[in-house]
Nanobody, 119 residues
Framework: QVQLVESGGGLVQAGGSLRLSCTASGSILRVNVMGWYRQAPGKQRELLAR???????YYVDSVKGRFTISRDNAKNTVYLQMNSLRPEDTAVYYCNVDLWNGRNWSNYWGQGTQVTVSS
């Protein structure tokens, strides 16, 4: 069984920063792509950033230059440093991980963490 636990969300003023963390635990033999998504009220969940096991990164245009994704393979943890936050960044943020659990490659989601940016 695999669990993803997120932390770091909260309330911040526009222009501020937050750092999200997501740690995978359980039956994990290898971790491949790790990513962050968000879902605002009334909108679809969208990919923000992802990082491969080789540290290649991808960012959606709306967060380029403001958000940075990184990972600590020894801790099975992915981070999202968010700077210059805007009210439109308000959403529930989810981590997503592809990993080998000893039987197959599977995709897992975190429980979500609320980020609220006030103007």
């Amino acid at each position: 069984q695999v669990q993803l636990v997120e932390s770091g969300g909260g309330l911040v003023q526009a222009g501020g920063s937050l750092r999200l963390s997501c740690t995978a635990s359980g039956s994990i033999l290898r971790v491949n792509v790790m990513g962050w998504y968000r879902q605002a009220p009334g909108k679809q969940r969208e990919l923000l950033a992802r990082i491969t096991s080789g540290d290649s990164t991808y960012y959606v245009d709306s967060v380029k230059g403001r958000f940075t994704i990184s990972r600590d393979n020894a801790k099975n943890t992915v981070y999202l440093q968010m700077n210059s936050l805007r009210p439109e960044d308000t959403a529930v943020y989810y981590c997503n991980v592809d990993l080998w659990n000893g039987r197959n490659w599977s995709n897992y989601w975190g429980q979500g963490t609320q980020v609220t940016v006030s103007s």
